[in-house]
């Protein structure tokens, strides 16, 4: 096989085997095939597509570069969650310890933040002591006894995807469905999960900014997990705005454990519900609605707070700020920024406020960039409230004021107050599974 006819294949719009799929992975991967050779096939499946087959051929691959988790040490059906990536997503936190208080395992395997987008890892090692990594025996062992273990990828999961994501990355190559598609669903193979709950994000803070392209990317997703055997459902959700209160590390790890309290802004926590709810269907706990009744259960009654604790101190993280979130790692900078008219807000761009905590220290411009984990942005008047001048519409928190003024530049770039109140769009906006695309009611 020739890599230069695989490309000539693709540029002419011609169909894959996967075997030369595999060639090309595996050459890739080992480096018998150049960074220029790969730039180019994936410039052509960029313009041409893939087809079904394709996607799948390619997501195997991907998965099969490298370690594959073995999770079958763990009772039960283990479902995985998988967000695409939003400002403010905090939704494991909440998530997870609602589904392992219902009694299904969760072993999450989760990834660090990159530019606007934060990472679960970062948010979680904001609470003293808490520990991402642990060796896979002992991981094993803490889910079957806690029921709940929140851990970083393994190096060598899936590197065929590292070595091709770094590429797109600066060829142009990141906006293709198959190429998304089978990065993400070659690493949630890997991770050894029998089902998969996905959370693809729509609007201006989502990878897929409009509705179809988030649609096309989820049936995608819920194709290849099909093929592979491992039955997927999306839930298509809200980016336009940040999701809560909340964005930055330790600001969202306590707004997380204030929705575990019971006290969570309502469409994150219809959100977090509705996910535990899919979560806990996969599990064969009961249907839609049962699961969903569940999930409420479990946070009024304070068992999924409980859940959270536990896996806290399982990961040698401090309790006592669980208990009293004021605790948590705190900016010693905290600047308002006020509403220069009366009025509703009618936009509150989620990329602008991701960007402004960035800038905050928050997240990171390239990948080998630490966090501050107290930095982020604090939202107190959400889209579709009123506010008088003068009210306090977000605080920036910082270590630094020499970050604020490009921070609240943002800000006030995404933020807009008009007479007329604007009508939310919902968070969840449809689901997908293998039956195909069905609204939502929310
Ligand atoms: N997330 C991934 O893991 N891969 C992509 O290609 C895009 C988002």
Known sequence: MNVVDIISKKRDGGVLSAEEIDFFVKGYTD???????????????????MTEEETSSLTLCIRDSG???????????????????????KTTLVVAPIVAACGVRVA????????????TLDKLESIKGFSTVMERERFVKTV???????????GNLAPADKKLYALRDVTGTINSIPLIA????????????DRIVLDVKTGNGAFMSNLSDASALAEAMVNIGKAAGKPTVALITDMESPLGRAVGNSLEVAEA????????????????????????????????EECLSMARDAVESGRALTAFRVMVIAQGGDPCQVDDTSLLPKACIVHPFVAE???????????????????????????????????GV???????????????????????????SRAEAYIAEGTKISEEKPILPPVIICKVNEQGVSSWTN
């Not at 089978?182 to 999960?193: D, E, P, T, V």
């Not at 929705?259 to 064969?284: D, I, P, Q, V, Y």
């Not at 936009?347 to 630490?370: F, V, W």
């Open 31 to 49: 480096g018998t095939i150049a960074d220029y050779q790969a730039s180019a096939l994936l410039m052509a499946v960029c313009i041409n597509g």
């Open 67 to 89: 370690d594959t988790v073995d999770l079958s040490g763990i009772e039960g059906i283990k479902v995985d969650k998988h967000s695409t990536g939003g400002v403010g997503d």
């Open 108 to 119: 999450k395997m989760s990834g660090r933040g990159l530019g606007h987008t934060g990472g």
């Open 144 to 154: 079957n006894t806690t029921g709940l273990s929140v851990i970083g990828q393994s």
């Open 182 to 193: 089978s990065s993400i669903m070659g690493k949630k193979l890997a991770s050894g999960a």
């Open 257 to 288: 454990i204030e929705t575990l309290k019971g006290r969570g802004e309502e469409r994150f926590l219809t959100l977090c519900l509705s996910l535990a709810a899919e979560m806990l269907c996969a599990a064969k706990k009961g249907s839609t």
């Open 341 to 375: 008219k009366s009025g509703y807000i009618t936009e509150q761009r989620a990329l602008s406020y991701g960007k402004a905590a960035c800038e905050l220290g928050a997240g990171r411009k390239r990948k080998e960039d630490g966090v501050d984990h107290s930095a």
């Open 378 to 404: 604090y939202i107190n008047k959400k889209l579709g409230e009123w506010v008088e001048k003068g009210d306090v519409i977000a605080q920036l928190h910082t270590s630094d004021a020499d970050l604020l």
